[in-house]
């Protein structure tokens, strides 16, 4: 390992990769992310891109002599992974698309390479599937230029340590803006413990108990259709459920034009679309944040100096959601406008559906299953690949009653691989 800082080598035996909390990302809602999982998965990414505070890992064949190799190109290949879960390299281009080089969870073979040119220096996607400790093994290989004989280096291992966020599921927690001596920060505060928190290091968690059924009435069309499921991090206390408010309590009175600033939703990853809104005394919504209808200059809330109210936060689909937010004002004095940084703040919604489970069926064919909620329907999709094909409905849509659900899929004589899931739909 070279330590470009210090200009200095490491053997990769003395050295930690250390992913901290704030790597966590959902999987992308894109299918040519696929090979990660399910959109809205966890997924711990050390970044091809270089932020602050984020290990910069990159792959380097600076030390290798020019004309050595065939193609002036050697391999790095994964040849071992140890840890809790899997293990993924990948580079993104210009217009988000991914590479795949390594993907331990469909096994590691000769297909688990990444090409390094010789003199070049490149950065990729780390990609870890838990937290936890791991340890990956690498081998280096050529074919030697003129003769053709294969060279490999000795198998080495890098141990990587993937750091778990602070997970809040109860309590009362605030996103707390702060304005002091001309600075901004946006922040959460345990009010419980008294204490700071950074947005890097916390993941709001919205329990399975927060799912709904949007209400039938227009009003919430914001949400989705009648009957549909929605996550709601409500605005009344509920016991169980994360009582998440906006508090302006650290920004000065005076400072700012009417004694208030906005807090903007600038950007939303995830499995799908977030709200934020109140609920009147005569149950009407007022929206703030609607990333359903695109998100601009409306998605807005204002914060009160002072201030410290509760709304719910809505989610269409459980799975990891990321939510850039940013703090203004105009200033008392001169009418100057000012803005934070944008923050990301980690949210996480636990879903009430099983994952299927999948068993030899008596004809020889595979038996799918899984447990279902009465008033709710369900439709089996298969697919071959996750090369950018579409889903595929597998027969018709079924009604869950609350028991089990199987499915005989047969045997296909292709030799092809099929991937299967399911969607839910909520008829309450």
Not at 260 to 283: H, I, M, Q, T
């Amino acid at each position: 390992m070279l330590d470009e800082v210090n200009e200095r080598e490491i053997e990769a035996s003395d050295g930690i990769l250390t992913g901290g909390s704030s790597t966590l990302e959902p999987v992308p809602n894109d299918p040519s992310f696929g090979f990660l999982g399910s959109p809205g998965d966890r997924i711990f990414i050390l970044p091809q891109d270089e932020r602050e505070g984020v290990l910069f890992l990159g792959i380097a064949g600076d030390e290798i002599p020019a004309g050595e190799f065939e193609n002036d190109s050697v391999g790095l290949n994964l040849v071992g992974v140890k840890g809790p879960g899997n293990v993924y390299l990948y580079a993104t281009d210009e217009f988000g698309s991914p590479s795949a080089f390594y993907n331990s969870a469909n096994g590691i073979g000769e297909d688990d390479v990444f090409p390094v040119k010789v003199g070049g220096h490149s950065h990729q996607n780390w990609g870890f599937s838990a937290a936890g400790e791991y340890e990956v093994t690498l081998q280096a290989s050529g074919v030697k230029a003129g003769g053709g004989e294969t060279l490999k280096s000795e198998a080495v291992s890098f141990f990587f340590e993937v750091i778990e966020p602070e997970v809040f599921s109860t309590g009362e927690l605030d996103m707390e803006v702060v304005y002091e001596d001309g600075e901004w920060e946006l922040a959460l505060l345990d009010e419980a413990n008294e204490r700071e928190v950074e947005p890097g290091e916390a993941l709001l968690q919205g329990v399975s108990a927060t799912r709904e059924s949007v209400p039938d009435d227009a009003s919430f069309g914001f949400l989705g259709s009648a009957g549909d499921s929605v996550w709601v991090l409500p605005q009344e206390e509920t016991e169980g459920v994360l009582f998440l408010g906006i508090a302006g309590d650290e920004i000065p009175s005076g400072v700012f034009e009417n004694d208030s600033v906005a807090l903007s939703l600038v950007s939303v990853r995830g499995p799908g679309k977030v709200s934020l809104y109140a609920v009147d005394e005569f149950g009407s919504p007022n929206v703030f944040f609607n990333s359903a209808d695109g998100i601009d200059s409306s998605d807005v809330f204002p914060v009160k100096v002072g201030g410290h109210s509760h709304q719910n936060w809505g989610f269409t689909a459980p799975g990891v959601y990321k939510l850039g937010l940013q703090a203004s004002g105009q200033l008392q004095d001169g009418g100057v406008a000012t803005q934070s940084e944008v923050v990301e703040f980690a949210v996480e919604i636990e879903s009430t559906r099983a994952g299927l489970s999948i068993s030899r069926g008596a004809d020889g064919g595979f038996l799918l299953s899984w447990p279902t909620t009465a008033g709710s329907t369900y439709q089996l999709e298969s697919i071959g690949a996750f090369d950018g094909s579409e889903w595929g409905a597998e027969g018709q849509p079924i009604s869950g009653d609350g028991g089990v659900i199987e499915v005989v899929v047969p045997v296909g004589l292709d030799g092809e691989s099929k991937f299967f899931r399911y969607r839910e739909s909520s008829l309450e």
